[in-house]
């Protein structure tokens, strides 16, 4: 397995794992939006790929932090086939991902999932670095890695089509 950045001409299987990856279409339809999103970042879209077919999938959009608009990544989706879950492959995309974006200077990055997931990568409750979820309820499961100092403090905002789930 190899991971490389995404080319167009994989849109359409990236779009394949990611409504096999999910029960809804929820996934599918937000990546799509975000390849649209002034906030889309080509080097942060990144494809597993075995021999000649794409596994899996991640991507890290622009995102800011309030009140200053101090630029952040917002990270996801993740998105694995089926057949390949539980081998590593997510784990692989999100240190990749996390490598790149670092190399390049971001400063922070920010996710909702699983805290026992993401724990792993360096992922905190993102209100243990001083970041404020765009949503309240999220709670626990709205996470930051800070990649650089000193970490940015305000209220997290992700790329606009998140904000239409």
């Known amino acids: ?37 002034p906030g889309f970042l080509p080097h942060l ?15 890290a959009t622009r995102a800011w932090i309030e009140p200053l608009g101090v630029p952040a990544l917002g990270l996801g989706p993740v998105g ?3 057949d390949r879950q539980g081998r590593g492959v997510g ?21 909702l999932g699983d805290p026992a997931y993401y724990r792993r990568f360096g992922f905190v409750v993102s209100t243990e670095l001083g970041l404020d979820p765009p949503d309240p309820a999220w709670g626990v499961h709205f996470q930051a890695r800070a990649l650089a100092d000193p970490t940015p403090r305000g209220t997290f905002r992700y790329a606009e089509p998140f904000s239409r789930l």
Do not use: C, K, Q
């Open 1 to 37: 397995m190899i991971v490389r950045r995404e080319r167009p001409a994989d849109s359409r299987v990236v779009d394949a794992v990611h409504r096999a990856a999910f029960p809804t279409d929820v996934e599918a339809r937000l990546f799509a939006e975000l390849r649209e999103d």
């Open 45 to 59: 879209s990144l494809v597993a790929v075995d021999g000649d077919h794409v596994i899996g999938s991640v991507v």
């Open 80 to 82: 694995v086939r089926p």
């Open 91 to 111: 784990t692989v995309l999100v240190h990749a991902l996390l490598a790149v974006a670092e190399a390049a200077g971001e400063r922070l990055v920010a996710l």
